[in-house]
């Protein structure tokens, strides 16, 4: 039986390099995207959102990539606000490819008003829909399928953030993803027995966005210098992170979160 990855959020940045990464090292792989005319916030101004970009247009270049080089994948248009559709995407990608083994919650709500001063309940409330509880009921709902196909080695991923350590311009989004950092290490324990494991990746600064990176080159040369590695990230550092753990080669990981970040998270305290 061949692996299966739902990879969420990969039509573009860190999501579409982990879809490439996976699927061209043997994964038949599912992606998700977000259409921003039928996502439940998109009564709000959408220049205020981080993460609705690209849409059908950007999935369909991911699959043509991915195919044309040979890897298998199909995508599914998913609001992860919407319960339905989290449940509806691991019957989706089991139709296309049979049982899913692995998960990688990447997708993501951020919002530029996400300071104290300037945020209010709805921006709370939003960030951490997305962040926190879609994930969790789509890894309940990849446990339920996982145990119905009698999988006996399975494995989550999830996307973190350094600034879940502490960013005072992104507090929703960073706590929200703090929170998903403790929900990873709990998981690891919940579902150790039945073989899956589950960790994350706390990517630093990484130049993604469409249509150029929201990293300008002015900010990459502040950022530059608080890099212990001298550079911002791509997002196939990311994705190439992620494939190392949901491989063999760390069949005794689970409950970790790796910085992928250049050491970023020590070298800002400069």
Not at 74 to 91: G, H, Q, T, W, Y
Request: aromatic letters at 8%; charged letters at 20%.
């Amino acid at each position: 039986m061949g692996k299966v990855a739902v990879i969420t959020g990969a039509n573009h940045g860190i999501g579409a390099a982990i879809a490439k990464e996976l699927a061209f090292t043997g994964y038949d792989v599912v992606i998700t995207w977000l259409d921003p005319n039928k996502y439940a916030y998109s009564h709000i101004d959408q220049t205020r959102m981080y993460h609705t970009m690209g849409g059908g247009d950007e999935a369909d270049r991911i699959l043509r990539e991915i195919a044309e080089n040979g890897g298998k994948v199909a995508s599914f248009p998913a609001d992860l606000a919407n319960k339905d559709d989290i449940s509806a995407l691991l019957d989706f990608a089991e139709r296309e490819f049979g049982s899913v083994d692995t998960l990688v919650n990447n997708a993501a709500h951020a919002e530029s008003n996400d300071t104290l001063e300037a945020c209010d309940a709805g921006v709370i409330d939003r960030t951490y829909a997305v962040n926190v509880k879609a994930p969790i009921l789509l890894i309940q709902e990849f446990l339920k399928h996982y145990k119905i196909s009698g999988l006996k080695k399975g494995s989550i991923v999830n996307i973190s953030t350094n600034a879940a350590q502490y960013n005072a311009f992104e507090i929703h989004y960073g706590a929200s993803k703090a929170a998903f950092e403790a929900y990873t290490r709990a998981l690891s324990v919940a579902l150790g027995g039945y073989g899956i494991r589950v960790n994350a990746v706390a990517p630093g600064p990484v130049h993604t966005g469409i249509p150029q990176s929201y990293i300008t080159p002015e900010l990459e040369e502040t950022l530059n210098k608080k890099i212990p590695l001298g550079r911002c990230g791509q997002p196939a550092d990311i994705a190439k992170a992620v494939r190392f753990l949901v491989s063999d080669d760390a069949d005794w990981i689970t409950g970790q979160v790796l910085a992928v970040d250049g050491g970023h998270s020590w070298g800002r305290c400069l």
